[in-house]
Each structure stands twice: as structure tokens, then as C-alpha cells.
């Protein structure tokens, strides 16, 4: 019996050290196969592909300047390593989003905001073909955009795009504008502007395209800006 006590110790210190997780990581790649791989296979499949990406990751990071495996370092050790870096990115992910939705939020508070002190709409848009007879010599898109100041102080500048949505609510293209014209509280003014035609922009194929009745425009805004010299702004 004390033999067999004894047998029992030996074989429980021989399990101890043969744990995959005391295994220490060769440092040359040549004996992964034969002395690591086959301590890897005692893994369970997640730690298994844990180890994979920490080794993957020591080695990409050696090729570009840094220390790669530390020497002497075990399954154990280098489980820990992934485990601690997967936390970090899980909560650098994590802060990414809620950072995400904060500025999402604030855009969709600021553009509520200036929705609700001014109306932006198309009036109409025309396609002039170039007509040398006329003094036309390109071609141009013709577009009367109506601006109703809907606060209770004079606005002297607009700035924002139209889009241009088809039938089948597809946004086919846009038209970006500025305009500097004095709108006072309650009233509203329709500005009109021109853009040269290119037919290789597949934009400006689309809006030149678009039949009366066939689409429909939302706005966009940018910036409101007041006589007094106050502003409202989209954050960038």
C-alpha cells in the first residue's frame, strides 16, 4: 500500500507538469509542430483558437518592429494575454459605439432643430441644352428652390443640399447650395441657381433624367445663419 501511495503521488506530479497550460511556447516556429501542437490539441476549441490569435498576433507584431513571444512564455500565460487584449477591444468597441450614437443623436437633434426654423423645398428644376444661338455653349441644370423662415428673426443665409429621391425611393443624386438672401420672419423667397451639366457624373445624369411627378427631394441642412449673427450648425 505505501508503494501504491507512492505510484499515485508520482503519476499526480507527472500530471501536474504535463498540463497544456505549463507548456512554454518554443521559441523557434520549426518545433511548434511537434512540441506544441500536440499539447495545443488538449485545449478546448476556444482556447485553442485563443492561443492561435495571440501567436498570430506576437508574430505579425514582431514583423513590424516588435518583440513577438517573450521567451519562456507558456499556453497559460499566452491565454491570458489574448484574454486580457480581447477585453480591451471589446470595451474599446464598446466606447466606440456609445461615442457613435452620442454624435448620431446630437445630429439628429441639430437637424430637428433647423427643420423646424426653416422649410427648404424645390420649386422646380429645367434642363437647358447648350444653344450656341442663345449664348449657351454647355449645358446647364436650372434649379428654384423655396426657403420659408419659420423663427422669429430674419435669416440672411441657407446652406444645405437637396436630395433627389426616384420612384422606387432610391437617392439618385443631390444639389448643394448656399444662398445669401435676406428672409424675413414668417415670409419666405425662391432662389434660383444653375450648375453645369455633365454627362459623364452619373449624378447629374440621374437629376437631368428625372421626370415632373417621378421623384420627390428631401433636405438637408447645413447652416442657418440670422441677421443678428447668430447661427445654427449641423456638427461636422
Known amino acids: 500500500m505505501k508503494h501504491f501511495a507512492v505510484l499515485l503521488v508520482a503519476i499526480a ?34 482556447d485553442r483558437e485563443r492561443v492561435g490569435a495571440y501567436l498570430l498576433r506576437a508574430k505579425f507584431g514582431e514583423v513590424m518592429g516588435g518583440k513577438g513571444v ?5 499556453i497559460g500565460q499566452a491565454l491570458e494575454a489574448q484574454k486580457k487584449w480581447e477585453a480591451e477591444q471589446a470595451a474599446k468597441r464598446a466606447e466606440e459605439e ?15 432643430e433647423l427643420n423646424k426654423v426653416v422649410t427648404v423645398t424645390l420649386v422646380a428644376k429645367q434642363e437647358l441644352p447648350k444653344n450656341f444661338d442663345a449664348g449657351r455653349y454647355s ?35 443631390a444639389v448643394v447650395f448656399r444662398i445669401s438672401e435676406t428672409v424675413e420672419p414668417g415670409k419666405s423667397v ?20 428625372l421626370q415632373e411627378g417621378k421623384y420627390t427631394t428631401r433636405f438637408v441642412p447645413e447652416m442657418v445663419v440670422f441677421k443678428d449673427g447668430t447661427k445654427l450648425t449641423m456638427p461636422k
Open 98 to 112: 456609445a461615442l457613435k450614437k452620442k454624435l448620431e443623436q446630437e445630429r439628429a437633434a441639430a437637424m430637428d
Open 139 to 173: 449645358d446647364y441644370q436650372v434649379f428654384r428652390i423655396g426657403v420659408q423662415n419659420n423663427s422669429d428673426k430674419p435669416i440672411v443665409g441657407v446652406a444645405g443640399e437637396l436630395k433627389f429621391i426616384d420612384i422606387f425611393d432610391k437617392e439618385v443624386g
Open 13 to 46: 506530479m507527472l500530471w501536474g507538469c504535463s498540463k497544456p497550460a505549463d507548456t512554454v511556447i518554443p521559441s523557434d516556429m520549426s518545433a511548434w509542430d511537434k512540441e506544441l501542437a500536440p499539447e495545443l490539441k488538449k485545449l478546448s476549441d476556444a
Open 70 to 74: 517573450p521567451p519562456g512564455t507558456t
Open 190 to 209: 425662391t432662389w434660383k441657381g444653375t450648375r453645369d451639366y455633365n454627362q459623364f457624373i452619373d449624378e447629374h445624369r440621374a437629376v437631368w433624367n
